[in-house]
C-alpha cells in the first residue's frame, strides 16, 4: 500500500467515525432543543472555568516534565525550562490535530532542541508507553476497586478485566527492570530502566487524574459520577477520540462520554458541558500555541540565514 493510499484509508475512517459519533449524539439528544445546550454552556460557574483554567496549566506542566524524563532516556540532557515551550505547543497540535499530524509536529519540534531522529523517536516511543501503561494501571485499579455494574451474570468480568490489566502493568515493569531489549517478530525494542519508566509511569498517571479533573470540575456536583468511574471513561473517550484521527477526536470523544458515563444529567446539559470544555481545554492554548509557533519558525529561519 502506497503513502497516498494509506493516507486515503486513514481519512476514510476517521470520516465514518466521525459520522458514527454524530449519528450516536443525534440519537442520545432526541427530543432536546439546541437552546438547551447553549442554555447549559451558559450556565457554567465562572468559579468552575478558573479551577479548570489552573488544571489545565498543571496538566501542561506535567507533560513537559514527561518530556523531559523522555529525553533523557533518549540520550540527550535537556533542561526542564528549555522544553517547556515545544511541549506545550506540540501536545497542543497533538491534541487538536489528531496523534498522527500531532506527533509530526512533536517530532519537528524536539529535533530543534538538538535531539537526532532516533533520539526523537525514542522519545515519543516512551512518552506513548507511559499514557499507555498509566492507562491500563488507572483503568485496572478502578475496575478493581469501583467496578462498573453490569449483568448479574458477568458480574465478575470488570475485576477480571481489571486484574488483567494490573498484570499487564506488573509485566512491563519487570521488562524494563530486566534490562534487555524486547524482540518482537522484527521489531527489537529497548525498554527504558525501571526507575525511568516508574517516574515517567507516575507523571503520566498523575496528569490522566489531573486532565480528567478539567472536565470533572465543569459538571454540577450533584450529576458526577464517582472520580473512579469518571477517569476510566474519560480516558476511554480521550484514547478512541486520539485514535479515530479526527481534529481534537471531535465527535468520537463526545459520544463515548455520553454514551458511558453514568450521570443525573440530561444529554444536553451534558453535550454543553463538553463543548464548554472543548473551548477552555482545546480551543484556547491552540490559539496560543499557534502565533508562539508562528514566532519559534521565523526565529529558526532567521537564524539559519545569519549563519
Known sequence: MTTRERRLLSAFVSLVLFLIAVWAIRK?????????????????????????????????????????????????????????????????????????????????????????????????LLFSLAFSVSFFLLTGLALVFDPLEISEQASWLPETVGACLLAGCLLYFWLCARGKPLHLFHWHLTLPRLRASLLQTLVATVDWVVEAGILYVLLPPEGRA???????????????????????????????????????????????ILLAYRGIYYVLPLLIATPLLGERMLMNRLRRRLQ
Request: without cysteine; neutral net charge.
Open 226 to 272: 464517582s472520580l473512579p468511574v469518571f477517569v476510566s471513561v474519560f480516558m476511554l473517550a480521550h484514547n478512541l477520540g486520539v485514535l479515530s484521527n479526527t481534529p481534537g477526536g471531535l465527535g468520537v470523544f463526545e459520544a463515548t462520554i455520553l454514551s458511558l458515563l453514568p450521570s443525573e444529567n440530561s444529554p444536553s446539559e451534558m453535550l454543553g
Open 28 to 124: 442520545a439528544l432526541d427530543g432536546h432543543h439546541p437552546r438547551e445546550i447553549f442554555r447549559s454552556i451558559m450556565d457554567v460557574p465562572p468559579s468552575y472555568v478558573v479551577w479548570a483554567l489552573l488544571l489545565i496549566i498543571v496538566n501542561y506542566l506535567l507533560v513537559a516534565a514527561m518530556d523531559t524524563i523522555a529525553a533523557r532516556f533518549a540520550g540527550k540532557q535537556v533542561s526542564y525550562a528549555r522544553m517547556l515551550l515545544p511541549s506545550f505547543i506540540g501536545i497542543t497540535f497533538q491534541y487538536n490535530a489528531g496523534f498522527f499530524g500531532g506527533a509530526a509536529m512533536r517530532f519537528r519540534l524536539f529535533t530543534s532542541l538538538g535531539l537526532d531522529a532516533r533520539q526523537t523517536g525514542k522519545m515519543l
